[in-house]
Nanobody, 121 residues
Framework: QVQLVESGGGLVQPGGSLRLSCAAS????????MGWYRRAPGKQRELVAA???????NYADSVKGRFTISRDNAKNTVYLQMNSLKPEDTAAYYC???????????????WGQGTQVTVSS
């Protein structure tokens, strides 16, 4: 079993910054993809950013140039630095990881509990 602990959400004014963290622990052999999704009220969940084990990254068009995803493999932690925040970034943000718990090729997907980001003046 793998546990994810998120932190860093909160209330921020437009133009401000926040940094989200998600630490994975438990039966981890390796972590392939680490990412962040968000769900705004009345909208579908969407991918915000993802980072592969080789450090390749992928961003939603709406956050390119403003958000940066990074990972610390030694700590099994993924970060999302969010700058120039806009009211439309308001959502619950969820950490997502794809984990191998053994040397086999089987991967399991785990989700964090979610952390609320509210951008408002």
């Amino acid at each position: 079993q793998v546990q994810l602990v998120e932190s860093g959400g909160g209330l921020v004014q437009p133009g401000g910054s926040l940094r989200l963290s998600c630490a994975a622990s438990g039966s981890i052999f390796s972590i392939n993809v680490m990412g962040w999704y968000r769900r705004a009220p009345g909208k579908q969940r969407e991918l915000v950013a993802a980072i592969m084990s080789g450090s390749n990254t992928n961003y939603a068009d709406s956050v390119k140039g403003r958000f940066t995803i990074s990972r610390d493999n030694a700590k099994n932690t993924v970060y999302l630095q969010m700058n120039s925040l806009k009211p439309e970034d308001t959502a619950a943000y969820y950490c997502n990881v794809r984990v191998r718990t053994s040397p086999s090729r089987v991967e399991y997907t785990y989700w964090g509990q979610g952390t609320q980001v509210t951008v408002s003046s």
